[in-house]
């Protein structure tokens, strides 16, 4: 197990380790090693934070959403996930066999590869997804990309086709 947990000590923990001390530097544009030294701060980069209204009213906003999506990607691959598995289960469902194959198929496409496909199917001129809500359901273009809502649904979306299979 030593090599292992070697590996996920160097990769893993101390990022994170060090991520989290440099929040209590002033290392910034004007203090960077090893030009120049950078200096144990504390916590008045967190006070800044709160006591800055424009800096303020971002850092909520940025970790609430943090908080929505942990909670919203988790939950919904985790329950389509077992929802499926319990109809795939089931002896009476005919092609459970070709549904299984199928549903592997996000599993098994890079997720680099996955991304670029649904990028351009959800682009609001010339995306497949539009084109099906236009020409089908009579609906407007969405602008999937470019508005935040519907950028933060379709990455909750794109994250639950590509996290199901797991």
């Given at each position: 197990l030593s090599p292992?947990?070697?590996?996920?000590?160097?990769?893993?923990?101390?990022p994170l380790i060090y991520s989290i001390l440099?929040?209590?530097?002033?290392y910034d544009l004007y203090h960077l090693p090893p030009g120049?030294?950078?200096?144990?701060?504390?916590?008045e980069n967190f006070r800044e934070i709160f006591s800055i209204k424009s800096w303020r009213s971002t850092f909520l906003r940025v970790s609430s959403w943090t908080v929505i999506w942990a909670v919203l990607s988790t939950l919904s691959t985790y329950v389509l996930g077992c929802l499926l598995a319990i109809i795939l289960?089931?002896?009476?469902l005919k092609f459970r066999k070709l549904f299984r194959t199928l549903l592997i198929l996000p599993?098994?496409?890079?997720?680099?590869?996955?991304?670029?496909?649904?990028?351009?199917?959800?682009?609001?001129?010339?995306?497949?997804?539009?084109?099906?809500?236009?020409?089908?359901?009579?609906?407007?273009?969405v602008p999937w990309l470019t508005n935040t809502f519907f950028t933060r649904v379709a990455i909750l979306l794109v994250n639950l086709w590509a996290g199901f299979p797991h």
């Open positions: 292992g947990l070697i590996v996920m000590l160097c990769i893993t923990i101390l440099i929040g209590f530097t002033n120049n030294l950078i200096d144990w701060v504390g916590f289960n089931n002896p009476l599993w098994a496409i890079p997720a680099f590869v996955s991304i670029l496909i649904w990028s351009g199917a959800l682009n609001t001129n010339f995306g497949i997804v539009n084109e099906i809500l236009t020409g089908l359901l009579g609906i407007e273009a």
